[in-house]
């Protein structure tokens, strides 16, 4: 069975940081792209960041550059996030998903980050 | 960037009734050299992932009820569930994967049943 699971959140200060896993299984995650994809309480989905299989393309949305860093470790079937500098509109749930050559599936579970004083 | 409109942002449908949900795309996502719409929809229901309904516009995912159809090019696309039944209850999302640099979706559109 393919399946994605995200760990890693919690709860942490405005300003501090947090570094997000996905552990993929039931496919060979090497050959594919990845994506963290995050949602807001009651909210919609706001893509986040996106690296091709072999860590040769990286692309972040506006509101996360410079302040998150996307990366993978074939070897151990796994995608990271790691999230600096964290604000209170960063609170979300975050998902990884697997680009299958375009569209999103499947997708993690989510892990809830939330980010309050 | 290429913004996703949604519309409407909730329906309420009779069950067996149709329901339609449109997508608009800023620019085209029609990628001409392969002849394919860069634009997929998901269904979400409370406490879940999203789960994959239709890409490239038109294709349905394996195991999706054929009740779930795709249509459009371009810039305009819809979602239909041709017969709404209970467990259709859900948000629905349209995403464009034209621009890999610039992932976006549509803001979602809430079905419920009248």
């Known amino acids: 069975e393919v399946q994605l699971v995200e760990s890693g959140g919690g709860l942490v200060q405005p300003g501090g940081s947090l570094r997000l896993s996905c552990t993929a299984s039931g496919f060979t995650f090497s050959s594919y792209t990845m994506s963290w994809v995050r949602q807001a309480p009651g909210k919609g989905l706001e893509w986040v960041s996106y690296i091709t299989s072999r860590d040769a393309t990286i692309y972040y949305a506006d509101s996360v550059k410079g302040r998150f860093t996307i990366s993978r470790d074939n070897a151990k079937n796994s995608l990271y996030l790691q999230m600096n500098s964290l604000r209170d509109e960063d609170t979300a749930v975050y998902y990884c998903a697997r680009h299958r050559a375009g569209p999103f599936d499947p997708w993690g579970q989510g892990t809830l980050v939330t980010v309050s004083s | 960037d290429i913004a996703m409109t949604q519309s409407p942002d909730s329906l309420a449908v009779s069950l067996g009734e149709r329901a339609t949900i449109n997508c608009k795309s800023s620019?085209?996502?029609?990628?001409?050299?392969?002849?394919?719409?860069?634009l997929a929809w998901y269904q979400q229901k409370p406490g879940q992932p999203p789960k994959l309904l239709i890409y490239w516009a038109s294709t349905r995912e394996s195991g999706v009820p054929d009740r779930f159809s795709g249509s459009g090019s371009g810039t305009d696309f819809t979602l239909t569930i041709s017969s709404l039944q209970a467990e259709d209850v859900a948000v629905y999302y349209c995403h464009q994967y034209y621009s890999v640099s610039q992932i976006t979706f549509g803001g979602g559109t809430r079905v419920e049943i009248k």
């Open positions: 620019q085209s996502v029609f990628y001409s050299s392969n002849n394919k719409n860069y």
